[in-house]
């Protein structure tokens, strides 16, 4: 049971993940796509299980849990990661998070210890059932969009107690306060647009 009980709304987050080359996991290091990954990490060994595309059927391989394995930065923050497959060495993970604050935290982390990621749906879910209630499919914006929202919303710019500027993202990405606003805006609509059209259906 989770700290805020099992009828705490919580956010479920989407996650593409890009690690580097150099990372040494059987999840990217057995094969380039899989599904149906299965990870049981015990202490410091891990063994997975991966459902590869590739034609090699069932690959179980070994591994070691490092400061640098995803399951240790998802651990720091006391969530699970759902590996959903593997794409071209790219890590298909949902995770569930109490608030938007542990999003921010979670992504930072796993940008300081593995590389590129990239926030690609939050979804609100409810309930024991986790019914989802309101999901934001990311996929639908633009890249610059995307790029802009993502670092509002990895830096808390959404949150009551939000502690960073406008400007202050706008440097961040070398563009104009008001070019950046102009993206979020745009982007918003586009978002409730599409979760409002998804709810008439």
């Known amino acids: 049971m989770s700290p805020a009980g099992d009828d705490a709304r919580r956010l479920r987050v989407d996650l593409d993940i890009d690690p580097p080359d150099t990372w040494d996991c059987p999840m990217v290091t057995e094969t380039d796509r899989a599904t149906d990954v299965r990870i049981n990490a015990v202490g410091d060994e891990c063994t997975v299980d991966l459902h590869s595309d590739d034609g090699e059927g069932l690959i179980r391989a070994d591994g070691e849990v490092t400061e640098d394995c995803l399951c240790h930065v998802f651990g720091e923050f006391g969530c699970v990661p759902h590996v959903r497959g593997v794409d071209d060495g790219t890590l298909l993970v949902t995770t569930y998070v109490a608030d938007r604050e542990l999003v921010r935290d979670v992504v930072e982390a796993l940008q300081e210890t593995l590389g590129r990621v990239r926030l690609v749906r939050l979804a609100v879910v ?9 999901t934001f499919d990311l996929s639908s914006l633009t890249p610059k969009q995307r790029e802009g929202l993502e670092l509002a919303v990895v830096n808390g710019y959404f949150d009551d107690d939000a502690d960073v500027s406008l400007g202050e993202l706008a440097d ?16 918003q609509a586009k978002l409730v647009t599409d979760v409002f059209d998804e709810a008439d259906r």
């Not at 409810?126 to 309101?134: I, L, S, W």
């Not at 961040?172 to 982007?187: C, G, H, N, V």
């Open 126 to 134: 409810e309930g024991p059932d986790a019914t989802e209630q309101v």
């Open 172 to 187: 961040e990405l070398d563009i104009s306060k008001s070019a950046l606003s102009q993206r979020l805006r745009t982007a």
